[in-house]
């Protein structure tokens, strides 16, 4: 008789940022219940900005204790980036990243999965760990881990940060003048594309920052991972997925999001959430536009003062997340004076709120995004309308992915300066635009959203394509054990 296996014990380690902590909490609810045991780690400051926002704001505060009550196995960690909580790591990025994420961090993970390794039951049979951390693939190879690169954003941005020695090598990364402007067409699986529709960082022309090296350690470390898992569908993306698992086995199993959808198990709020359901109810259908530019970018502080006085001229019923960092982490933006007199019980102005209820909500119309890969795909499964206002990063190719590939998305930056005429024009047209094109992109977003729902249904892309990972993770534990 052969002895049952014990279930697969995975450490799962997000980058500390809200962008990320959401998706990897998502995954790993989603392998709890399929039986993985999860071990979750948190960098303390994530720890403490989530505990901080929850009504009860206590430290101690086990945020997978309601996961556990609902019977999956996901244990939780916290770990020390060796900074003190009040240190600001937005305010002081560069540093963060140079003693925190590429120094000290790896140290203390180094630790704590070596305390895993030695006691943890079931024994510890994997590392997944956010892309970002380029130092995984050897804490992984030092534990005997499988090692599994977790990329929270699109396939087609996956495939700059893979091939980014080929963007180096034509220039259109790390040049030491100013890189080129022609087309990029010589990238596995990726359609000719310009250069401004790459990640934004690649354009840099100082690639000597600890940023950079933050992303050049990333783009090599993945190569050593025995699996890739990515947030997205299939269906979405097939060419450049296809030619990056001609290398190495990548697993398209997104959206990743909470079961049940609307309410998760597991707080990951980083910052106190008001509530908008009430407000909401009390709007017609369809009249509402939601306004986020997601948890941490900063904006121009004109952009955002011509977005405000577009929202006025707009006439339109909003709600909008402004953050008090909206356009600087150093001082809070405060909006034209009278704003909130004028926009009085058409528009509702909050710091956070839950995203998830606001835009599953029937009275909302429309999105203004900064296309953060997460609001993206939360909006396609909701089929919510998007403008599209990309400020950096992967923001700028997702951006092109909506408007110009699937063509089911408005720009609102096509112009430079942004003027308040042409956000309330816009914005119209996004919320009651009845021209053929208008109605031609509603369809094809339904289309698209279609295609995202079928994709986590039981025989779906993504559905199996988790299944053919989970296995692909067994077959791979049974060759290292004798
Ligand atoms: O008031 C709010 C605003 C946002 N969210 C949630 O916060 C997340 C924000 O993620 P995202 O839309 O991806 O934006 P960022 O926070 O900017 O995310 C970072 O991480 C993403 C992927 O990992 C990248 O695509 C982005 O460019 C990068 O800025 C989403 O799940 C939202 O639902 C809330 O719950 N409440």
């Known amino acids: ?151 929270t954003e699109a396939a087609l941005v996956f495939s700059f940060y893979y091939h980014l020695d080929l963007l180096r090598k034509n220039g259109h990364y790390g040049a030491s003048h100013d890189n080129r402007v022609d087309t990029i067409d010589y990238m596995p699986g990726v359609k000719a594309i310009e250069p401004n529709d790459i990640v934004s960082y690649f354009r840099e022309t100082d690639v000597s920052t600890a940023f950079h090296h933050v992303i050049k350690q990333a783009s090599q470390d993945v190569k050593r991972a025995d699996f890739i898992l990515c947030n997205t569908v299939h269906e979405l993306e097939p060419e450049p997925i296809s030619a990056v698992q001609e290398k190495q086995p990548m697993y398209a199993i997104g959206p990743l999001f909470p079961s049940g959808f609307t309410n998760t198990l597991v707080p990951t709020s ?77 528009g509702l102005i909050v710091t956070w709120t839950n995203q998830i209820e606001v835009i599953s909500h029937p009275a909302l119309g429309g999105f203004l995004t900064h296309c953060g890969w997460n609001s993206v795909l939360e909006s396609l499964w909701y089929g919510v309308p998007m403008l599209c206002f990309p400020l950096e990063t992967d923001q700028l190719t997702n951006r092109k992915l909506l408007v ?6 408005v720009n609102l930056c096509d112009r430079k300066p942004l003027t308040r005429l042409e956000v309330a024009e816009k914005i119209n047209r996004l919320m009651s635009g009845k021209s053929v094109d208008d109605e031609l992109r509603k369809e094809t977003l339904m289309k698209v959203r ?33």
């Open 1 to 151: 008789m052969t002895t049952p296996k014990p279930p697969l014990h995975a450490v799962v380690l997000p980058i500390p940022l809200q962008g990320h902590v959401i998706p990897a909490v998502h995954l790993a609810i989603k392998l709890a219940s399929r039986g993985f045991t999860i071990t979750f780690v948190n960098t303390q400051i994530i720890h403490h900005q989530i505990t901080k926002s929850l009504p009860s704001q206590n430290d101690a505060v086990d945020i997978f204790a309601g996961a556990r009550e609902a019977g999956l196995d996901i244990r939780y960690k916290t770990v020390s980036d060796g900074f003190p909580l009040s240190f600001d790591r937005m305010l002081h990025h560069d540093r963060y990243l140079a003693e925190g994420h590429l120094r000290v961090l790896p140290v203390h993970v180094d630790e704590l999965v070596r305390d895993l390794v030695d006691s943890a039951d079931p024994p510890v049979t994997c590392l997944i760990a956010d892309t970002f951390f380029g130092w995984q693939s050897s804490i992984a190879e030092k534990y005997d881990l499988v090692h599994v690169s977790f990329w």
């Open 270 to 346: 980083l910052r106190p959430e008001s509530g908008c359901t009430q407000w909401l109810n009390t709007k017609p259908l369809g009249s509402v536009l939601y306004v986020s530019f997601g948890s941490f970018m900063t904006c121009g502080k004109n952009e955002i003062d011509e977005i405000a006085h577009g929202l006025l001229l707009s006439n339109v019923n909003f709600i909008w997340v402004l953050r008090s960092d909206a356009v600087s982490h150093e001082e809070p933006y405060a909006l034209p004076i009278g704003f909130q007199d004028e926009v009085k019980d058409r």
């Open 404 to 409: 110009d590939d699937w063509r089911i998305a």
């Open 450 to 482: 279609q295609m995202v729902e079928n994709a986590l249904a039981q025989d779906g892309s993504s559905e199996k394509n988790l299944c053919q990972f989970i296995s692909d993770v067994k077959a791979k534990i049974s060759e290292r054990v004798p």
